[in-house]
């Protein structure tokens, strides 16, 4: 069981009869008890299916967050054959929120590009809790152009609460190489599976997620904006985050619906946290039939693929300018006084009548 400071709120039923069962597992000496053992295992498959099947956008945040999900280098011990990890930008630095490095996935050989939190205090501060500097987008743009320049598909896993917010970023140049990673990502002639396996969080998450196929974690979030973020701007407050949330509509199932992501990986019973096993060998088998699909289109039809799969975001409408002032003229037209006389009243009568009433 996990410790109190990483249990979630919506989950204390779950460790309840987690330590319930526990229990009974210690003192199983007769059929009886483990009958009802054999009972509170289904019980709590069922219990915990039910309360993730309802989970609130604030609560989804909630489990994306969660210290003990698998991050960027699990899904490379897990997912991968092998992992050659390639470093610095050849400018600056080598940012460590950033993980780039050359990898095996069956038959594939591919660019693995990835945002890393870190698990201990240590390690997050060394890679600044997954938030990236200028120097880690461009030590990603530049081993993705070695991956297209050898013709080997890019895999991208996101995981970011947003780009380094500090003036150090921002002296670099962070917008500048978030944009020029998205623009570099646009056009390289290589196919580019991305997916969100925790947070994605504003430009420092969709500055390393531009591809053909884009995938997210059953809950996951993908956003251009933390709630956080949101209620202080909204509401001059975090307190209203769980409001903000909702508002947003970035969980898996609203990013899917409005088209923004092409699939959703289910994670497992109780979410990747409990079972990165599980979860690896789920994005394992997603990433492995995204390859080989990818692999078979020609690659001026795969950039033009991709080309139109962002174009095509958000609904918009035109029209003419004479259609537009067509619609004006009738629109003042329906809007002007009735021809009719109207019978007037003199401010004596008008006077009058309000005394009566």
Not at 230 to 237: D, M, P, Q, R, V
Request: glycine share 8%.
């Amino acid at each position: 069981m996990p410790s109190s400071d990483q249990q979630l709120s919506f989950e204390k039923p779950i460790y309840e009869m987690e330590a319930r069962l526990e229990s009974l597992r210690q003192s199983a000496n007769s059929p009886e008890i483990r009958e009802e053992i054999q009972r509170l295992r289904h019980g709590l498959v069922e219990l915990t299916r039910k309360i993730y099947a309802g989970l609130s956008a604030w609560e989804t945040v909630q489990v994306a967050r969660h210290p003990d999900r698998p991050q960027t280098v699990d899904y490379l011990d897990l997912v991968f054959d092998e992992f050659v990890e390639l470093h610095g930008d050849k400018t600056f630095g080598d940012d460590r929120a950033i993980r780039t490095g050359w990898a095996k996935l069956d038959e594939f050989k591919v660019m693995v590009v990835g945002h890393q939190k870190g698990r201990d205090l240590k390690e997050r501060q060394l890679c600044h809790f997954g938030c990236a500097h200028p120097e880690g987008y461009r030590k990603a743009i530049s081993k993705m152009k070695m991956a297209a320049k050898f013709g080997l598909p890019i895999v991208c896993f996101v995981d970011t609460p947003g780009a380094f917010p500090g003036v150090a970023s921002e002296e670099r140049g962070v917008a500048q190489a978030i944009a020029e990673s998205m623009f570099v990502a646009s056009t390289l002639r290589t196919p580019i599976v991305c997916v969100v396996i925790g947070e994605g969080g504003s430009g420092g998450a969709i500055g390393v997620c531009v591809g053909d196929r884009v995938a997210m974690l059953e809950f996951s979030y993908y956003s251009v904006i933390s709630p956080e973020g949101c209620a202080g701007i909204l509401w001059k407050s975090s307190e209203y985050k769980d409001v903000a949330a909702e508002a947003l509509r970035f969980t898996s199932k609203d990013l899917l619906k409005f088209g923004v992501v092409d699939d959703v990986i289910e994670e497992p019973v109780g979410g990747a946290h409990r079972d990165h096993r599980l979860m690896a060998l789920r994005v394992k088998q997603y990433l492995r039939a995204q390859l080989r699909e990818l692999t078979k289109i020609p690659v001026d039809e795969l950039v033009e693929k991709r080309y139109r799969r962002f174009r095509k975001f958000g609904v918009f409408q035109t029209e003419s300018l004479e259609a537009a002032l067509d619609q004006a003229s009738e629109a003042e037209s329906s809007d002007s006084p009735s021809e009719q006389p109207s019978e007037t009243k003199s401010p004596e009568s008008s006077a009058e009548q309000s005394s009566e009433t």
